[in-house]
């Protein structure tokens, strides 16, 4: 069994960026969000996307439905969605 677990963006800007984060990192939802956060920086800064940049860094992520046992004891290939209520200026 892996220890890694799929997060999928539901998100009108972001919408369907997927990372995988191994639970061994983590120990709670928060650290779950920082860590989706900045991977999907990573490839922004990477790629000199600086719209985008700014957009994310305004954006507050979380997961409708689930804890983070919810999380650490979820299947395998079970995705967990992360998404946002972010108004875009």
Do not use: P, W
Request: hydrophobic share 35%; with cysteine; net charge negative.
């Amino acid at each position: 069994m892996s220890e890694k677990r799929k997060f999928v963006a539901s998100s009108e800007l972001f919408s369907n960026f997927e990372c995988e984060i191994s639970l061994f990192t983590v120990s709670s939802i928060e650290d779950i969000m920082k860590q989706f956060k900045q991977s999907m920086m990573d490839i922004f800064v990477n790629h000199n996307f600086l719209s985008l940049q700014k957009k994310l860094e305004g954006t507050e992520f979380h997961i409708h439905g689930k804890t983070i046992e919810d999380i650490l004891t979820s299947e395998t290939d079970e995705i967990s969605f992360v998404c946002d209520h972010r108004e875009y200026v």
